[in-house]
């Protein structure tokens, strides 16, 4: 195939239903995606643990988020508990490794399929109600799981927390910054093709069909209970995996971590990125990761003329998010996703951009 | 059993749930003419309880001229917040919508805390007795004020639907936007006002709680309590939220009660609400006096 005919195209010239359901888009963007991988791989021996650190987070954040797209942006409904799973897969991880002398690397896995269970117990209701009632069912069940994780010392530690082991492969254990990204990073690549995958198989293709209209979609012979329920557990399989990558870095897990707050950060993150889309979940969540820190940046410089301003960094941080939330809702609603579709149209029509 | 105590507590009970009441009907409001679902009604009574503070504090006002100061404050706030946040999102999903709400209540919430610091804030003393005695059960004066308002605010509302000719328009804009738009009401406007009532009637019952246990940002968690409350009455009736709000407060303080006399768990009189929400939820999502949602395909 040559280049130019592959790359710079300007509409739709897929001719088959395979060419449509690749996990890329376009070969293009597959080569992309394999250079950016590549270029992470060197990573952390280019960077200092500030900046390791931060992909790291935005590695298993990233995870959990593109549960949560799953879950509101390819299925239509909506959890306001997403913190509460994350929360569960790290004790969970941590309570099976601890007790069961099971490796982290297995109950990484297992603790995502603990979640999973927790997810679609909390997900029955949502056979029945939707929208803004499953909104507040979810709420419910995050103040419920965090009052869980206060109280069932046997499973969390109740409110002393409870610690995590590092990761150790045969004989070699990943206890630093720089080995850890790793981790992360194969979990990351190995989460994000699944998801992709899962979107264009026939499940995935039943989520987006239970989305844009669940009575044709119940018409044409989709069981709506069955895929409801099934794609709270996909998203909180997701939170689980990343809440368990997420308890081993720290190597400790209290519950003051997984609250309301943080659930709300999830759902900023996918509104910022883009519902339903698995590129733009990966963007808003650096968008999220990376607010705070540039606050944070942009306070210490300015913190020197103005003295009110350090104390307030904290509140700063939170306000920052409430208002990228807001502004992204009123002047894009369709994400950075989005905005990056228009970049790149632009400079494929430029200079006829009609 | 301790009679004299579960007797204090369902007193209690009924006086807090009145305020959730409250608190519920405000949020029904905005939901019933809007369609909006307020996730920061918590925070209109944060912002009317500090609000009267600093008029209180801050600039040494009597208590009346605050409170009304802090009324007419929560009035214009409800029609800006309206007009600039919310008109843009008119016609938008709902999840679109309920995130906004979220949005604004974590920037209200941090901005408030910076402003005003973390630490609870105690009232200066309004009335000359905190409590009054009444059959042998100490109530709060605080509580029989906001008790005593609650009801007037009830009844006003229940006026104000019935015999106004704005209630009448709202009440009609709630059934069908396009019919009452095509009838010359002005949808915005409607709007605007059940932003601005909502506001005024949360920011009372925030500085109530205030004044009875100091103000601090633990408030708004009251604007969580609601939605057990709202979703137990049925999510579009009015009556229902006042309802549903005095259960939840009396369920919360016989949680209290049961917790402290056996079980000893600690949080239950937290948590129990949304137990019973969950539960609601799963039999009738509908509430007690909702409008049932009959979908046919």
Redesign the interface.
Known sequence: MSLTADSMRCGEFRTTYKADTTIFPTPRSRNFAIAGLIVLLFAPHVLDTYYTNLLIQIGYYGIAALGLNIL?GFSGQ?S?GHSAFFGFGAFASAWISNNFGVPVILAIPLAGLMTTAVGMIVG??AA??K???L???T???Q??LE?FF??ADWFSGGSAGSVAQPLNLFGFVFATDKSYFYVVLFFMVVMYLAGSNLLRSRDGRAFVAVRDHY?SA??MGINLTKYRILAFGVSSFYAGIGGALFGHYLGFVSAEGFTI?LS?QF??MI?IGG?GSVMGTLLGTVFIVLLPEVMEALMTTLGSQLPGLER?VS?????A??????LF??FE?DGLAHRWKQIKAYWKLYPFSY | MNWQLLLQLIVNGVIIGVLYGVVAMSFVLIYKSTQVVNFAQGEFLLIGAWVCWAMLVHFGLPFWLGFVLTLAFMFVFGILLQMVVLRPMIGEPIISVIMLTIGLSIFFKAGISWIFGEYVQPFPSVFPRESINIWGLNVQTAYLMSFVISLLIMVGFYAFFKYSRMGLAMRATAFDQQVAASLGISVHRVFALAWAISAVVSAVAGVTIGIVNGVSSALSFIGIKVFPAAILGGLDSIVGAIVGGLIIGVLENAAQFVDGEWLHWGNLYNILPFYVLVVILMIRPYGLFGTEDIERI
Do not use: H, Q, T, W
């Open positions: 509101v909506i306001l029955i209701p029945r109600i929208g803004l009632y909104a507040i069912a709420l419910a069940a103040f419920i009052d206060n109280r009575l119940e018409i707050l709300i759902l900023a509104i519902l307030g509140y700063l941080k939170e306000m998010i409430g208002l990228a939330i807001v809702l009123i609603p």
